[in-house]
């Protein structure tokens, strides 16, 4: 049973255009959501993080959005570059559950084409 | 750079042989975590440490696996009798706070294990 989906495993943009990266998720306690970026043989990178309280979080060219209501949540880069090829990881976790377990979804791979 | 360091950051071994992965976080990070990551898989939950503390473990940690955290500082992540099914990449990270929610988890750059 997934609980946090990315259900696009890939995603092609030409620079400077819009990405759009989906995730949703089935437990409605999550209430702490988190994007990670993540190149080849490195871990993951934290990029921007959103609380369920909110229902938008910017930075610089990212940002998160989150439509609790739908489950949804999408993180938008504007303009895409090169250099943000890679995969995206959607994560989710909640107060009072698991103390250490942040819930991933399986990523999806972001090329950004020159 | 004072980010989560791991070592090594590779390491191939002979099935049943063991292995043994070292995690310093970052400084002042009282929490400590392990995951793994395989192929097409998003990172999965092992174990977490506050301070020197194991708080929780995944079923996936199997009594092959045993994490330690001596001191509140460095940890180590021992496998021992590899299997095939081990190889992943294992990552160390680490927060500042009381839980995974509300906190940002920092990841280091991982340990490739390749068992053949």
């Known amino acids: 049973d997934q609980q946090v989906k990315q259900n696009s495993p890939s995603l092609s943009v030409q620079e400077g255009r819009i990405s759009i990266l989906n995730c949703d998720y089935t437990n409605s306690m999550f209430d702490y959501f988190l994007w990670y970026k993540k190149y080849p043989a490195e871990g993951p990178t934290f990029l921007i993080s959103i609380s369920s309280i909110k229902d938008k979080n910017e930075d610089g060219r990212f940002t998160v959005f989150l439509n609790k209501s739908a489950k949804h949540l999408s993180l938008h880069i504007v303009p895409s570059q090169p250099g943000d090829s890679a995969v995206y990881f959607c994560?989710?976790?909640?107060?009072?559950?698991?103390?250490?377990?942040?819930?991933f979804g399986k990523g999806t791979k972001l090329s950004v084409k020159p | 750079d004072t980010g989560v360091s791991q070592d090594p950051r590779h390491k191939i071994t002979k099935r049943g042989q063991n292995v043994t992965f070292r995690c310093d976080p970052i400084s002042e990070h009282n929490r400590l975590y392990w995951y793994r990551q395989t192929l097409g898989q998003g990172p999965e939950f092992l174990t977490y440490f506050q301070n020197e503390a194991q708080l929780e473990k995944s079923r996936l940690l199997s009594d092959r696996f045993s994490a330690e955290r001596p001191k509140g500082s460095f940890s180590t992540l021992e496998i021992q009798r590899t299997e095939q099914g081990d190889s992943a990449m294992y990552l160390c990270a680490s927060s500042l706070g009381q839980g995974a929610s509300g906190n940002t988890i920092y990841f280091g750059e991982g340990s490739w294990l390749t068992v053949v």
């Open positions: 994560a989710a976790s909640y107060y009072g559950g698991s103390q250490g377990n942040l819930i």
